[in-house]
């Protein structure tokens, strides 16, 4: 009997969100998945943000290093379009383009299956033919877009539902080798409402029942002994009580700037580009093809920038100084980053901003180690995948938990957010029907085992 793997995200889903609805019996399904297999928590990626964060469970590959830095991002080579502002969204007519932004030398999970894979929403679906796609085609599309742009969560989760149905019967049929799906009415609920609006547990007892309809018909079959079914989130959530106006803050500081929805070229001298929205690039001197390190701008920049360090809405600023170091501020306290040929290494400058000891050269798993438990777990390896990515901006911001950057233009007024680098938008939970041969760190490992699973035949 060949092997399986699904992959299903339950989106903006945090640790203890699903670990309260197993301990109150809501969901069987997750829970006996949990005590069979695999219950753990992982670290996310920086910018922790819904269809970046897939990248790495669909890739095995950091976003920004797969050419993806955020949900927004500027395109200082101009290989996207003048018409465009050379600035890039994947939320609305431009989602599609994740697939071309990456790499061509990633490899997707859907390439390795071969086009026999099925996909839901997905975001990056490179290697996935259309026909499954279960959220492809014009009236979906319009429905979707109608949910969007009113703000209506429970129309989200009526598409959600449908979605559901159609994921568990072609599964039935058709036993793809493959398969990723992504339940995010969840995630819309938590922004309009909070971490523990009933739409968050709506969606949740949805993935629960998917989780028992696929186990059933694999048992059926006699192919449950060789799938691997796996529950996991991209990011967490957490309140958020303010909003910074990120780009308007900056054009009242004298700055020319670009940001979504309104990217048309123009004169803009800055782009503020935001995810999450609880994290942003900010581009300086859109003119420069290449991004200067910050020791060429800070002076240049300062009275535009200066109010950044200072303000209660901004927790982590980083920058790149050189090809392989990053500084990091926090409060007036500066520490560098440094990627080595052996790992990375992290000392203090004028203070400790990420909260740790200083240490030299650890491997990519004990510098996890060395983070986990701290206010921004990951948050070495994760700011220098990020920061030091040809598509990153000149600074990079990390928001303060309670705060957000971006006011207007939302269609759900936001009182919960993500996409920074703290633990609460950091830790995802993972639950899973086999106990995995790697200890999983990071959500990269969710590909990770499954790709080793379908070339070897090993969970």
Not at 64 to 72: K, M
Not at 382 to 407: C, M
Request: net charge neutral; hydrophobic share 40%.
């Amino acid at each position: 009997m060949d092997n399986s793997s699904v992959i299903l995200v339950a989106d903006g889903l945090t640790p203890g969100r699903l670990d309260a609805a197993i301990r109150a019996g809501d969901v069987p399904a997750l829970a006996a998945l949990a005590d069979e297999g695999v219950h753990a928590v992982l670290t996310t990626v920086f910018p922790s943000v819904t269809g970046v964060a897939y990248i790495p469970m669909l890739t095995g590959v950091h976003p920004a290093e797969a050419g993806v830095p955020g949900l927004r991002w500027y395109d200082r080579s101009r290989r996207l379009p003048a018409i465009l502002g050379h600035s890039r969204s994947y939320v609305g007519t431009q989602i599609r383009a994740i697939n071309d932004d990456l790499s061509p030398t990633v490899a997707t999970a859907f390439e390795q299956a071969g086009g026999a894979a099925l996909g839901m929403e997905a975001v990056v679906t490179r290697g996935l033919p259309a026909h499954r796609q279960l959220d492809r085609g014009f009236t979906h599309a319009a429905r979707v877009i109608h949910a969007h742009v009113t703000g209506d969560v429970d129309r989200w989760l009526a598409l959600e539902e449908e979605l559901a149905e159609t994921l568990v019967r072609r599964i039935r049929q058709e036993k793809p080798p493959f398969v990723f799906a992504a339940f995010t009415a969840g995630d819309k609920a938590a922004h309009r409402g909070g971490e523990h609006a009933p739409g968050v547990m709506q969606s949740l007892k949805l993935v629960d029942r998917v989780v028992h309809s696929i186990r059933e018909d694999a048992k059926r079959d006699g192919r449950w002994s060789t799938m691997q079914l796996r529950v996991v989130s991209d990011h967490g959530h957490s309140a958020v009580h303010s909003h910074l106006d990120l780009a308007a803050e900056l054009r009242a500081k004298g700055a020319r700037v670009r940001s979504h929805p309104w990217t048309f070229p123009d004169r803009s001298q800055a782009a503020v580009m935001v995810s999450g929205n609880s994290m942003a690039h900010v581009y300086l001197g859109l003119d420069d093809r290449t991004r200067q390190p910050w020791s060429a701008l800070q002076n240049r920049w300062r009275a535009e920038t200066e109010w950044l360090w200072t303000h209660p809405a901004v927790d982590l600023l980083a920058a790149q100084t050189s090809p392989n170091i990053v500084a990091v501020w926090k409060h007036g306290q500066r520490g560098e980053i440094s990627r080595t040929a052996r790992g990375f290494s992290y000392r203090h400058g004028d203070g400790d901003p990420l909260g740790i000891d200083s240490f030299e050269d650890l491997c990519d798993d004990a510098v996890h180690e060395r983070t986990l438990g701290t206010v921004y777990p990951d948050s070495v390896a994760q700011l220098a995948h990020l920061v030091l990515a040809p598509r990153s901006g000149d600074l990079v911001i990390s928001a303060t938990p309670g705060w957000d950057l971006r006011r207007q233009y939302e269609p759900i007024d936001h009182v919960s957010s993500h996409g920074a680098l703290h633990a609460a938008h950091m830790l995802v939970p993972l639950v899973g029907n086999r106990r995995p041969q790697i200890r999983p760190r990071r959500t990269a490992d969710v590909f990770t085992t499954a790709s080793r699973a379908l070339e070897s035949g090993q969970f």
